[in-house]
């Protein structure tokens, strides 16, 4: 377990009890899925506990240590209740942080999403490649206009359902930069579900060659992987809350459950799965500690090892906890299949596990 | 070779691949050996499922083709549009009946007995049942898990009637309903085991031994009075006959006894259907029978004979869900292949990297040795416990496994477009969960074999 402090702990705490009030009543009713007005609200709650306020140490706007860990229990208490969400408020706060927005912080629809939008040439999973001085290079064809969608189908952003403006990596005959675009810009909008919980989608635009783009700043590459850094740490953060969780779910229901005479729990078999989540949370726990410690511009490649190595091992641990609860653990009403979605899709977003890995060697040999 | 030429050579060749007409590479080189030599290898470019197709004794590689040919034409139309839950009550959408319609009439509904009974070819008796359904599952799943499920369960729940070889019960309840199927109206069965205090219970001795029946028949003057709930029954809120596994009262799992329940019956009624991940045209629905009364006659094989029914069924039913693994990783493979194709990295194609070819070879190997093991239990025509649970086991970890790999070879593009990548992992996740989790299978092969474990002397053993 990560240890925590007492400032920490009154935060989180803070935190918890905005997820639990704000987030619970889907737990309990998972036949009701929240839509974007419920997304909205909770980001407004989020705003109003300072959550991307930079002058209160906000989300990601520092990146020391202390609160590099403060970030990271922030994201898991918020995970503990709803990883979708997690999510958002990440990417929505290294949004911010790319682009401060002082003052748009009381109107929910001025803010900007992170995405690592994609366009041909880059599927989303070689994301990771396209590191300033990896080994990765652009197709110049590609740079003709705007590295961005230009084949129907061929673009992907990940967004939350009720995005209005994304900022978005771009690259332009100036170089890399972080860009700007606004929804009503786009003129058609394909939607596909991204299989997670919590309206989480995937965007295809079909035009977005007409749209307005604001260039916003140069896109430097230590700032890059540096951000880079912070998004697969929370990624990987939120997932092992998410598996934590499943962990509490399948442990209370082992004790409870009796099969064959006994508590299923007393049965071999379970108590392999139930290792096996463990053994998913016990390596994770101390990689994100030590993730937390390490120098800003080590992060990135660390942080794509760790992705690399452990979130396989999450995926896997989440899918036993739904097998120790058997058929009930394919229906909604236990939480756990959710929670196996979206560690599938947390795994491979931004970089699946082998773009991870390939990484992490790119670098080994270029150094 | 002019332009375009060039162009399409380059298209069929992979990056780090030699072209075909290269003097190196091994199709050049075969071309221009003697025959003899030529005749020791195979190079052609036939597919591996035409191959696995060709290998098929005739009747049921024809029958492979028509099932791949009904599953393209009329459940991959419909896969996306129908992968919603559908609350217990709710009238059936008209492409489901439509497609039930077309199914009963094209013989889909009616393939556990040989004509003139059944739509069985007479040519195909000589290999087993299982293994026809194997091949028929096999391709239904690849075109939508969830269509698979609403036209097979409704095979798995005629199967104790059909295995139970009890000739009355077969004439009075299949039959007709393959009659009125064959005639475009459909009559689903469902198979009636699972309790909400015992899942696993009924797949397996041990845990019957100890679990106490939540379905309990009470004797009454000319039947039976059925009172208890069931739930996870795959297709019970369509069904219009169902066959239902209950105690006698006041005794245990031994007693177990099935009995025919028609979906009018006076106290019976579907309570509800469950938020399922996968696998959402075919619902899951909980069942109460709130005294409901079941005449004698609609008892199957007779009293106190239902376990041992539910157990064969249950052997003859996982080779089936093997080869809805091998459906579901084939799609896996076959959609990785397509988007591989189309997105690229740089200027190279996906399909063009290294880590991506071989990611695709790692799920062919898994997805055939998987296929192997599901067709070589499948020939047998009464179907080995161990030999049935390995096949289901392997197999389904085989399926989730592929689409794991997939979305880790493709990233979101896996979970987004079609979707199907994602679909295919849902539905795939209930095949290491139903006709008992895998850990049960796992330890369903021990319980077959167990006086050959405990008696190691024997050589060789396996």
Redesign the interface.
């Known amino acids: 377990m990560i240890p925590i402090g007492q400032d920490e702990q009154l935060v989180t705490d803070q935190i918890r009890q905005f997820a639990r009030h704000s987030l619970g009543r889907y737990r309990e009713t998972?036949?009701i899925e929240p839509g974007a007005d419920d997304a909205g609200q909770w980001i407004r709650e989020c705003l109003a506990m300072g959550l991307f306020d930079p002058e209160a140490g906000g989300l990601w706007q520092d990146d020391d240590p202390a609160s590099r860990r403060q970030n990271v229990l922030t994201l898991m208490a918020i995970s503990e209740q709803s990883p979708a969400l997690a999510l958002h408020l990440h990417l929505q706060a290294l949004a911010l942080r790319v682009m401060p927005a002082p003052g748009t912080g009381k109107q929910v629809e001025r803010l900007p999403w992170l995405s690592f939008g994609l366009g041909?040439?880059?599927?989303?999973?070689?994301?990771a490649?396209w590191q300033p001085g990896s080994g990765?290079?652009?197709?110049p064809?590609h740079l003709s206009d705007w590295w961005l969608p230009a084949t129907a189908?061929?673009a992907?952003l990940?967004a939350p359902d009720y995005w209005e403006r994304l900022l978005v990596p771009a690259m332009t005959r100036k170089g890399a930069q972080w860009i700007l675009i606004r929804r009503a810009d786009i003129s058609q909008i394909i939607r596909?579900?991204?299989?997670?919980p919590a309206c989480w989608s995937?965007w295809?635009p079909v035009s977005i060659q007409q749209a307005k783009r604001r260039l916003i700043a140069p896109l430097s590459p230590d700032g890059y992987r540096n951000l880079l850094g912070q998004a697969w740490l929370g990624q990987l953060a939120i997932a092992l809350a998410s598996v934590r969780h499943a962990a509490d779910l399948a442990c209370t229901y082992a004790d409870q459950r009796r099969?064959?005479?006994?508590v299923i729990g007393k049965h071999g078999?379970?108590q392999l799965?139930l290792a096996e989540l463990d053994r998913a949370i016990h390596l994770t726990e101390p990689t994100l500690e030590k993730l937390c410690q390490v120098p800003a511009s080590e992060l990135w490649w660390q942080a794509a090892r760790a992705r690399g190595d452990l979130h396989p091992l999450l995926?896997r641990g989440v899918?036993a906890a739904?097998?120790v609860f058997?058929?009930?653990?394919?229906?909604?009403?236990t939480g756990v299949?959710s929670l196996?979605?979206i560690n599938?899709?947390l795994?491979?977003?931004h970089?699946?596990?082998?773009?991870m890995q390939?990484l992490h060697q790119q670098r080994r040999l270029a150094a | 070779m002019n332009m375009a030429q060039t162009q399409a050579l380059r298209a069929r060749t992979l990056t780090g691949l030699l072209p075909e007409t290269d003097p190196l590479s091994i199709r050049q080189a075969l071309a221009n050996a003697h025959p003899g030599v030529s005749s020791l290898c195979r190079y052609d470019q036939e597919s591996l499922w035409e191959l696995d197709t060709r290998s098929l004794p005739k009747p049921l590689a024809q029958w492979r083709r028509q099932a791949r040919d009904f599953a393209e034409e009329r459940l991959r139309p419909l896969a996306r549009e129908m992968d919603q839950a559908r609350p217990a009550g709710t009238p059936m959408p008209a492409e489901l009946r439509a497609l039930l319609t077309d199914a009963g009439r094209a013989g889909w509904l009616t393939d556990l007995l040989p004509r003139p009974f059944g739509t069985l070819p007479l040519t195909s008796t000589p290999w087993p049942l299982t293994w026809m359904q194997c091949l028929k599952v096999e391709e239904f799943a690849s075109a939508c898990g969830g269509l698979m499920l609403l036209l097979c369960a409704h095979g798995l729940g005629m199967a104790p009637i059909v295995l139970s070889g009890d000739v009355n019960a077969i004439r009075r309840f299949v039959l007709p309903a393959y009659r009125q199927n064959r005639r475009g109206q459909p009559h689903l069965f469902a198979y009636a085991i699972t309790e909400p205090g015992g899942g696993s219970d009924a797949e397996e001795g041990h845990g019957a031994r100890q679990y106490r029946p939540g379905v309990v028949a009470r004797k009454v003057a000319g039947g039976w009075r059925l009172n208890g709930r069931k739930c996870f029954i795959s297709g019970g809120d369509i069904a219009d006959t169902l066959s239902v596994f209950a105690a006698l009262e006041g005794e245990g799992m031994e007693s177990w006894t099935c009995f025919v329940v028609r979906s009018d019956m006076s106290g019976f009624s579907p309570v509800r259907n469950e938020l399922k991940m996968g696998m959402k045209a075919s619902s899951a629905t909980e069942l109460e029978f709130d005294d409901v009364f079941v005449p004698n006659h609609h008892v199957v094989g007779g009293l106190r004979r239902g376990w041992t029914l539910n157990r064969v069924t249950l052997n003859y039913s996982r080779l089936p869900v093997g080869a809805m693994g091998l459906g579901f990783a084939r799609r896996a493979l076959e959609e990785t292949i397509r988007q591989s194709h189309e997105l690229r990295t740089g200027n190279q194609r996906l399909l063009d990297q290294q880590p991506v070819q071989m990611g695709i070879a790692r799920i062919m190997a898994s997805l055939r040795s998987a296929r192997g093991l599901v067709w070589q239990g499948a020939q047998r025509f009464a179907p080995r416990q161990s030999e049935a649970a390995m096949a289901k086991f392997h197999a389904s970890d085989v399926a989730v496994s592929a689409c794991e790999q997939a979305m880790e070879l493709l990233g979101p593009h896996a979970l987004s477009g079609e979707g199907v990548i994602g679909k295919c992992f849902r539905d795939a996740r209930l095949t290491q969960i139903f006709e008992g989790t895998n850990q049960i299978n796992q330890l369903g092969v021990v319980e077959d074999l167990q006086s050959i474990l405990t008696d190691p002397g024997q050589s060789p053993l396996f």
Do not use: K, W
Request: aromatic share 4%; hydrophobic share 35%.
């Open positions: 998972p036949e041909p040439g880059f599927p989303a999973h070689q994301l490649n990765a290079r652009i197709n064809a189908g061929s992907l990940c596909d579900s991204l299989q997670a995937a295809r099969q064959g005479g006994s078999a379970v799965l995926c899918n739904m097998q058997g058929g009930i653990g394919y229906m909604r009403d299949e196996v979605r599938q899709m795994s491979c977003l970089g699946t596990p082998m773009t390939q």
